[in-house]
């Protein structure tokens, strides 16, 4: 993890130079749902669990970090 300046600072915004997204790939697709289930236990509102179902599909999760980088996770 790059944390050189970055105290303090903005989000990444889409387009600007830098890190657009990354991709974590588990083995199967039970790892998957097991990840699933911690990112929907730990939101903090129904807000934001309904916010992440409406952007999840059966085969990939999708995320940002506090730094606006999109974490993609799928199974093979």
Known sequence: MNTLNSLNGEAHTYGEAGLEYFEIITPDRSSLDTIRSII???AT????????????????????????????????
Not at 60 to 74: A, T
């Open 40 to 42: 929907y236990d730990s």
């Open 45 to 76: 509102s129904e807000k934001q669990k309904k916010q992440q179902q409406e952007e999840d599909n059966k085969n990939q999760i999708l995320i940002n970090d506090p730094d606006g980088i999109q974490i993609i996770i799928r199974s093979e």
